[in-house]
């Protein structure tokens, strides 16, 4: 039943996905997986995301990507730049650092730049 909440953006993934299922199989006018891998190769869709396009190794190259990063405890868009709300910032903290600081505040796994760059992400 309808509840009158705005629906979440994986559900407008999940349209865009059975939306892409179907031209697959409308495109070459079969189920068989071969056929949909090839017509995916094959073809271009306009969806509510974008262009739609896939590479021989099944990659979207129809449009960029969107790129965040968190920021001085803010999201911003980096990627593409036509969107860019702000620098992409480099080096980023190791997994290892952003992990241990983020769960439990402990720093001994970073490094002092990773430190400084961590903090600056989760701390306004």
Partial sequence: AFTGAK???????????FSLFQHAMQYH??????????ALEEMTVDSILGRLKFSE????????SVILQIQNAKVEIV?????????LVLPNPSWDCRTHVLM????EVCGDMESTLWRGCVES
């Fill in 79 to 87: 990627k593409p730049k036509a969107l860019a709300s702000a620098d």
């Fill in 57 to 64: 190794d099944h990659v979207n190259i129809g449009r960029e």
């Fill in 7 to 17: 629906p979440a953006e994986w559900e407008a993934y999940g349209a865009v996905y």
């Fill in 29 to 38: 006018g079969s189920f068989f997986v071969e056929k949909m891998v090839e």
């Fill in 104 to 107: 439990d505040n402990d720093t």
